[in-house]
């Protein structure tokens, strides 16, 4: 039995990954309703946004007293905001905090090795909360 067959009777919805020119994996995902591209980052605790799209994806925040870093970037401000739905393909989760800060460094080297740039980052937060399986092979992830 192949790994989609198991997970799938198992119960869990899978979601086409499409890999980018800087070897990241990238998804489609729907915060509050609202659809964004969003890099698949085992490494990044939680799920982020840039601070450019806090309107965009209707996002309640209030400033952090956490420091972001990561991605050659250390020390950046933050804000918290509580309380999102987000959906992945069929997946969905309510009540999710999500870190807003500037991601432009983000975008910045996708854009210097010819990738498009992305709304955000989805963490290890939600990748744990559905119980992620990477199916590597076959780009997808597994989520329950």
Same mark, same amino acid.
């Given at each position: 039995m192949s790994l989609p067959s198991y997970l799938s009777k198992k119960g869990y919805q899978k979601k086409k990954m499409n890999l980018t020119k800087?070897?990241?994996? #990238?998804v489609t995902a729907h915060i509050n309703g609202i659809k964004g591209k969003f890099i698949i980052d085992t490494g990044a605790s939680n799920t982020?946004?840039?601070k450019e799209l806090i309107e965009h994806f209707k996002l309640i925040?209030?400033?952090?007293d956490t420091k972001a870093a990561g991605a050659g970037a250390?020390?950046? !401000?933050?804000?918290?905001? !509580?309380?999102?739905?987000?959906?992945?393909?069929?997946? !969905?989760? #309510? !009540?999710?905090? $999500?870190? =807003?800060?500037?991601l432009s460094h983000v975008n910045e080297a996708l854009t210097n090795?010819?990738? #498009?740039? =992305?709304?955000?980052? $989805?963490?290890a937060d939600i990748l744990k909360k559905g119980k992620a399986v990477i199916d590597y092979k076959s780009n997808l992830?597994?989520? #329950?």
């Open positions: 800087t070897n990241h994996f #990238k982020c946004i840039d925040s209030e400033d952090s250390t020390d950046m !401000k933050t804000q918290l905001a !509580k309380d999102n739905s987000l959906r992945i393909g069929k997946w !969905k989760s #309510k !009540k999710n905090s $999500i870190i =807003v800060f500037d090795h010819n990738s #498009k740039p =992305v709304h955000g980052i $989805i963490g992830l597994f989520l #329950k």
